[in-house]
């Protein structure tokens, strides 16, 4: 029997050897939660290079398509909320400034569809602001007295947990909680094991993110392990410098994240842990599948079909000619061939049509020298002055290479600009910038972009330390 088996599974091997990849990349659902009748996924995607044209969600057994776009959270204009959970034990105010440094930066980088709570934990869990102001935060940081004589870090982060998932939710809110600790604990009587606290975070609506101080490396590990978790992010910081840096990683991380929603109209299934598999496709072949679990309420809606599924506007490459919304890895079924003297009559119709048309209409052209059948008219604004030459305007028909070299279609004068830096191009209707393996990188509003990402106008653009926006 197992020499059986060896001799299948070695066939198997040769098989799929012979089949090109579908899904060169990989996606992680880092938020899964379900409000009102929407499913809404917050997802990672690493080696992602092809547009994504399709999302899917499935759910015992049935299929629900995307109801949205699929854009980062930052692009969304998303809410994220911040609920900043702060050890004020007796060994933490020798890293009062860390504290107080990383707030700031926070508190600059979140945008203004952030919001912070701000609590303590020492022998207890204690609101100290439900709603605190942006420029506000750094200033209430600093007055946290530290003077707890135990740190009793499982029940505390459980007990923020209760208060944090019981206030009402904004729609798809995203919601993050920051440990501030040394990690030091004294918890022995505590109401949560660490284990149990692991399999919460993994299941909550919460992400749990963690900033470390001091040198308590075992203890570290394991919050940085709570963090991980809950799809969060650990950091470790020694001075106020790096506590401004772990600030603008994780506003950038989180703003960079991708969501989109799916209509649960219809949907059968309710109760906890309910299993969920997401898939992304691009005009029919498979990019990327993720999974998860989520808790499914009994919704409001009596069951129904859900709808067709429908193409979601690409957050990738330019899709090939002839794209259509067809199930990830099934083809379009072909339309049957007209009768050739239909075909003949038609295109003479549509012939003269057209003559007719081109004959009477003249479109009016932007202030360029030419102007394309089709296309974006651009404006680009030169924020550092890199900007080669003194032509401020373009179409956008297809891509525009933008790099040092001179014979890129916009052209950035400064030694930080690879020769060819990156792209701008047109997919569906919907502008894009792409990074072409750039040296030192290419920007979108501050937050670097490792995939093509969906462009509106007057985005703050950066390719190394040019800056420039564009304006269609």
Known sequence: MRRVSSVL??????????????????????????????????????????????????????????????????????????????????????????????????????????????????????????????????????????????????SCISQALDFFEELPRQDNELRCMVVLSDAVEYDADGSITYEELLERLGSSDVMLHSVGVGQQEAALTALGELASASGGTHQRTADEVQAQEAAQTLATENGSMLVTGFDLAGCSAAGKDQAVSVTFASNGSLVCRAESTVDLPELESEPEAPAASTPLPPSGVSAPSGASGTEPGKEAAKPLPLLPIVGIGGALVLAGVAAAL??????????????????????????????????????????????????????????????????????????????????????????AIHMPCLLRSGDELAAGEARWKLKF
Request: glycine share 8%.
């Open 9 to 154: 599974l070695a066939g198997l091997a040769a098989m799929l050897l012979c089949v090109p990849a579908l899904a060169a990349g990989s996606a992680q659902l880092v938020r899964t939660f379900v409000t009102g009748n929407t499913l809404y996924t917050y997802v990672v995607m690493d080696g992602v290079d092809q547009p994504v044209t399709q999302a899917e969600a499935k759910i015992g057994g049935q299929s629900f398509p995307a109801s949205g776009k699929l854009e980062t959270v930052q692009q969304a204009g998303f809410p994220v909320s911040y609920l900043l959970l702060v050890d004020n034990s007796t060994s933490m105010p020798k890293y009062q400034d860390i504290l107080v440094a990383f707030a700031r930066q926070l508190s600059q980088s979140g945008g203004e569809h952030t919001t912070f709570l701000l609590a303590t934990f020492g022998e207890k869990f204690s609101v100290v602001n439900e709603n605190v102001s942006a420029d506000l935060l750094e200033q209430e940081m600093a007055a946290i007295p530290f003077d707890e004589p135990a740190t009793r870090l499982h």
């Open 358 to 447: 081109c004959l009477r209409k003249k479109k009016p052209e932007p202030s360029v020298s030419q102007s394309p059948e089709e296309g974006i008219f651009m404006r680009i604004e030169d924020l550092t002055g890199s900007l080669a030459g003194e032509e401020t305007q373009c179409w956008l028909t297809g891509q525009l290479i933008v790099g040092r070299d001179p014979s890129c279609d916009i052209v950035l004068d400064d030694p930080s600009v690879s020769r060819r830096h990156a792209r701008v191009f047109l997919a569906e209707g919907s502008v894009y910038l792409e990074d072409l393996g750039s040296q030192n990188g290419t920007m979108v509003n501050g937050a």
